[in-house]
Nanobody
Framework: VQLQASGGGLVQAGGSLELSCAATGRTFSDYAIGWFRQAPGEGRELVTSISARGTTYYADSVTGRFTISRDNAKSTVYLQMTSLKSEDTAVYFC????????????????WGQGTLVTVSS
């Protein structure tokens, strides 16, 4: 499956942004989709994930501010980000896989190219 992330940009602190992850190729609905982010000089961390059945998981740092959703008919996953903070600045990647442990990025076999989110304070 090929993934294309989009929607990044520059936003002021407290603002909102929506990212999209469009998939092509194999059956999208069979996979869990995760959004990861990587800040400069940091490792890649899971922000949120949605299972094939639609169960959602969030990192503590984004709970209550970010919402993940999926539209299987459009083979697209969305990440709605609100109340953005400067520490949310990072390159955001979407990834797909038949994961058992959603927190283990090694279980996500397909990755998009990343989209940059910059939050100015």
């Amino acid at each position: 499956v090929q993934l294309q992330a989009s929607g990044g940009g520059l936003v002021q602190a407290g603002g909102s942004l929506e990212l999209s992850c469009a998939a092509t190729g194999r059956t999208f609905s069979d996979y869990a989709i995760g959004w990861f982010r990587q800040a400069p000089g940091e490792g890649r961390e899971l922000v949120t994930s949605i299972s094939a059945r639609g169960t959602t998981y969030y990192a503590d740092s984004v709970t209550g501010r970010f919402t993940i959703s999926r539209d299987n008919a459009k083979s697209t996953v969305y990440l709605q980000m609100t109340s953005l903070k400067s520490e949310d600045t990072a390159v955001y990647f979407c990834a797909a896989g038949s994961v058992k442990n959603i927190w283990d990025k090694r279980e996500y076999h397909y990755w998009g190219q990343g989209t940059l989110v910059t939050v100015s304070s």
